[in-house]
């Protein structure tokens, strides 16, 4: 079935270093969706990409999705503490309404 | 601003108990969504709902059950728990079934199952 793989499980970065998370589809997608839990909280939405190519700026933070709408990445420039938690993509599976997650990643940041 | 409200935090009950995880969300949303979270195996969809009285099975139905009588409430029933649905739980609602919408998460409730 379709599937929704994230890499790298977990990051540990030194406060100002980069930091990015990679998500790949097994098949096309209309749009992908990133979510960001923090510790003992819940996934919170960050942003959608809709477009082949697509990249969309939050601060520190920069999306892309693939031109083949398979992949896509978030970067975060100069981590902070505060950027401390899992970082989630998703895409919808068919046209049932629901989204398929991947498994996040986890982030650190030692200050 | 949407809201999705769960109605414990915390949960401890006995193996083999009848479990009910409520979840209201107050914005008119007709998709609901139960997960469960478990270390290394992030979100995994145990059912949803895209209109009152409909239900569909995900990843992880077994041993679960759901109930949705009315638009913003979406019930999550444990027939008989057992230590492995030890879990957080996570409910979600979003807009509509087309595109797959934005999902809006509740606070989560921790269950322990002993």
């Known amino acids: 079935g379709q599937q929704v793989m994230q890499i790298p499980q977990y990051q540990h970065v030194q406060e100002g270093e980069d930091f990015t998370t990679y998500c790949n589809s097994s098949?096309?997608?209309?749009?992908i969706q990133w979510y960001k839990q923090r510790p003992g909280g819940h996934p919170v939405f960050l942003i959608q990409?809709?477009?082949?190519?697509e990249v969309k700026k939050q601060k520190r933070l920069t999306f892309q999705f693939g031109e083949a709408k398979k992949n896509s990445s978030l970067h975060i420039t100069a981590t902070q503490t505060t950027d401390v938690g899992t970082y989630f993509c998703?895409?919808?599976?068919?046209?049932?309404?629901?989204?398929?997650f991947g498994k996040g990643t986890k982030l650190s940041v030692k200050p | 601003d949407v809201k999705v409200t769960q109605s414990s935090r915390y949960l401890v009950k006995r193996t083999g108990e009848k479990v009910f995880l409520e979840c209201v969300q107050d914005?008119?949303?007709?998709?609901m969504f139960w997960y469960r979270q478990d270390p290394g195996l992030g979100l995994r969809l145990i059912y949803f709902?895209?209109?009152?009285?409909?239900?569909e099975k995900g990843d992880i139905p077994e041993g679960y059950s759901v109930s949705r009588e009315k638009k913003e409430r979406f019930s999550l029933i444990l027939e008989s728990a057992s230590t492995n649905q030890t879990s957080m739980y996570l409910c979600?609602?979003?807009?509509?079934?087309?595109?797959?919408?934005?999902?809006?998460f509740g606070p989560g409730t921790r269950l322990t199952v002993l």
């Open positions: 709902s895209y209109d009152v009285k409909m239900k």
């Open positions: 990409l809709v477009k082949s190519g």
């Open positions: 098949t096309t997608l209309s749009n």
């Open positions: 998703a895409g919808p599976e068919g046209s049932q309404g629901n989204l398929i």
């Open positions: 914005m008119d949303h007709e998709n």
């Open positions: 979600a609602s979003s807009l509509d079934r087309l595109g797959a919408d934005t999902q809006y």
